[in-house]
């Protein structure tokens, strides 16, 4: 079992940057990779990056592809989203998930299905 708390999020102006944090608890933090999504009022739950077991390798929706970065630290069981260049579309409540099939972690990342845990969200909203 494992449990996520997001944090980081706020109201900040287009171009600006924020960094979330999501902590996770319990037992092989380590062994799962991990994923951040989020969701806009009105839409469906969409991909934003991904992360393999020890951040060996990464992934990005198009939309974020140069402007985030994702990263984790496993001594220390968190896993962040820096947000540089931020735009009034990322508006969203955004959420830190778990995945514990490293084997088809790959192929999966984008469907929100592949993922065992999720964290309750933490408002992220944009001003133009």
């Known amino acids: 079992q494992v449990q996520l708390v997001e944090s980081g999020g706020g109201l900040v102006q287009a171009g600006d940057s924020l960094r979330l944090s999501c902590v996770a608890s319990?037992?092989?933090?380590?062994?799962?990779?991990m994923g951040w999504f989020r969701q806009a009022p009105g839409k469906e739950r969409e991909f934003v990056a991904g992360?393999?077991?020890?951040?060996?390798?990464?992934y990005y929706a198009d939309s974020v592809k140069g402007r985030f970065t994702i990263s984790r630290d496993i001594a220390k069981n968190t896993l962040a989203l820096q947000m540089n260049s931020l735009k009034p579309e990322d508006t969203a409540v955004y959420y830190c998930a778990a995945d514990k099939d490293l084997s088809t972690y790959d192929r999966r990342h984008p469907d929100s299905a592949a993922y065992d845990y999720w964290g309750q969200g933490t408002q992220v909203t944009v001003s133009s």
């Open positions: 992360i393999q077991w020890r951040g060996v390798s990464t």
């Open positions: 319990g037992r092989t933090f380590s062994s799962y990779a």
